[in-house]
């Protein structure tokens, strides 16, 4: 039972373009979102996150926008850059759950210089 | 400040055997939760530890155990080997750790790779 799907296993962009990876679910109690990135050999690193309260959260190239009726959230890069190149997933909780998140199976991103 | 550490980070057992991971949280964390991630999928959540007890528990087999020591570091214990459990398992830590707090970030390890033959 996939309660979260990321649907593009992989997405190639040029550098200095915008990146759009996408996430859907299916559980509507779903109110915390987290967006990771993460390299061969290296365990998850935390980019942004969003809760259920917002439609929309930024931190510097990185852009993560929530659509609660669609059951949906993208991350956007803005510019992308070759070290972005990366596995991406998203995750999902529910408060009062104690942090027990569910992954997507990930977005395998490649910028190309 | 280290982050969390994981050991060891290879590791090849045979089917029926046992195996022990572990983990040390992040500096002020008291929170450690278990994945596993299988190849080509996304991170599995096993189970949390909070105050030195289990919490909250996936979708796995009683022969995934585990334990979490006063020093907030934890165990992941692997009864009975099967094929199937050949993955990264990976270990998160965070903070605070009681529910009102709601959900945190997860600070993740790197990992340990786990062979079963």
């Known amino acids: 039972d996939q309660q979260v799907k990321q649907n593009s296993p992989s997405l190639s962009v040029q550098e200095g373009r915008i990146s759009i990876l996408n996430c859907d679910y299916t559980n509507s109690m779903f109110d915390y979102f987290l967006w990771y990135k993460k390299y061969p050999a290296e365990g998850p690193t935390f980019l942004i996150s969003i809760s259920s309260i917002k439609d929309k959260n930024e931190d510097g190239r990185f852009t993560v926008f929530l659509n609660k009726s669609a059951k949906h959230l993208s991350l956007h890069i803005v510019p992308s850059q070759p070290g972005d190149s990366a596995v991406y997933f998203c995750a999902a909780s529910t408060y009062g759950t104690g942090n027990q998140f569910y992954f997507g199976t990930g977005t395998s991103l490649t910028v190309i210089p | 400040d280290a982050g969390v550490t994981q050991s060891p980070t290879h590791l090849i057992k045979t089917r029926g055997q046992q195996v022990t991971l572990r983990c040390s949280p992040k500096s002020g964390h008291d929170t450690v939760s278990w994945y596993q991630q299988a190849l080509g999928q996304g991170p599995q959540f096993i189970f949390q530890?909070?105050?030195?007890?289990?919490?909250q528990r996936g979708n796995f087999p009683d022969r995934f155990s585990g334990h979490q020591f006063p020093n907030y570091s934890s165990e992941l214990n692997v009864n009975a080997l099967l094929l199937g459990d050949s993955a990264l398992y990976l270990c998160a830590s965070s903070f605070p750790g009681h529910l009102s707090a709601g959900a945190n970030v997860l600070t993740f390890g790197a990992g340990s790779r786990l062979t079963v033959l």
């Open positions: 530890y909070y105050e030195e007890e289990e919490r």
